[in-house]
């Protein structure tokens, strides 16, 4: 497992889900299952954990244990599918977003620009888009405005014309395609500037902005008065949705007023203040660098 995917901040997810011995539990990114085990060996004989995963490699990680069951399902369906479950409420769910670092080191699925791939980045190898297809078919100006809304990419015009203009030879099919266009480009250092852009081009294949909105909503509808929202984000727009959803109980954070006039919180904060990876953990794992957790409850 831990060759797979090290889990970030274990200890203060676990602590945030505040576990009940025979409680019921969602684990909306289950990887590697390394939050999923932890959360199995925390609570009893009558607990239940549900883990869901998109990704096909992820089932392969699937924990036998009789208190667990793997959905393979996109989160946005979480309400949905533990319906099928019989599951109606539960007592905390846990988001660990983003991609594992199976999936980042895996080279044919192309999320990566350290290998010679088909630029594909699905989770899901059911979805129809993929990283060649946004290149091919989006246009200059949704290419653009991709690569600066998720990738934050400082000169995303400059690329956007130049993708636009070899595309035009032939289409950008593979990652070191896509690099030899970005090096004619790129600002400040290489590592960084790609990462953006890979970091763009997977959020919109996937849709993570839109998923993680419908599974807020969905998390909250299936939450007990008292179940705890425990979310990691590692980019700056999911983890503002978040922080506005735990706030308002809406992704733009707009306040609800009920009949009365009286502001309607569907959350306690637990944490005031976004929790960050220890020192330490930066240093045994650089992916808890970007890690910012959010833990809430509903009221
Ligand atoms: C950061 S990893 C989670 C790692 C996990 N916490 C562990 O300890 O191994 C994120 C996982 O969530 C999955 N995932 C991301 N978005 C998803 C979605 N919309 N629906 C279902 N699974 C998703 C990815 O396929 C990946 O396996």
């Given at each position: 497992m831990s060759e797979y995917h090290v889990p970030v901040m274990l200890e203060e997810c676990i602590a945030g889900l505040n576990?009940?011995?025979d409680g019921s539990y969602v684990?909306?990114?289950?990887?590697?299952?390394g939050h999923s085990q932890s959360i199995l060996n925390n609570i009893g004989v009558n607990g239940h954990l549900y883990g869901f995963d998109q990704d096909d490699d992820a089932e392969a990680n699937r924990i036998d244990d009789p208190r667990f069951v793997f959905i393979k399902a996109n989160f946005r369906y979480v309400k949905k599918f533990l319906r099928v479950e019989g599951v109606r409420k539960v007592d905390g769910i846990l988001a660990d977003l983003g991609v594992s670092s199976y999936q980042l080191d895996f080279?044919?699925?192309?999320?990566?620009?350290r290998f010679d791939a088909e630029l594909d980045m699905r989770m899901n190898h059911g979805d129809e888009l993929t990283a060649a297809i946004i290149l091919k078919e989006y246009s200059k100006d949704d290419l653009q405005m991709l690569f600066s809304r998720?990738?934050?990419?400082?000169?995303a015009r400059t690329l956007a014309r130049l993708i636009d203009q070899e595309r035009e030879v032939?289409?950008?099919?593979?990652t070191f395609q896509l690099n030899e266009i970005l090096e004619r480009v790129r600002f400040g250092p290489r590592a960084k500037y790609f990462a953006q852009v890979y970091q763009a081009l997977r959020m919109e294949v996937n849709q993570e902005v839109q998923v993680l909105e419908e599974m807020l909503q969905g998390g909250l509808d299936v939450l007990k008065p008292g179940g705890r929202f425990v979310v990691m984000s590692y980019h700056s727009i999911e983890d503002r949705i978040v922080k506005n959803f735990f706030k308002t109980g809406d992704v733009n954070g707009v306040l609800k007023k009920d009949d009365f006039g009286v502001i309607d919180r569907p959350f306690k904060l637990i944490n005031k203040k976004v929790i960050l990876a220890s020192v330490d953990e930066v240093r045994r794992n650089?992916?808890?660098?970007s890690a910012k957790l959010r833990i809430a409850e509903k009221i």
């Open positions: 576990l009940k011995s684990d909306v990114t289950f990887g590697a299952g080279p044919e699925r192309g999320f990566s620009y998720f990738g934050e990419v400082r000169n032939a289409d950008v099919k593979t650089s992916r808890a660098k």
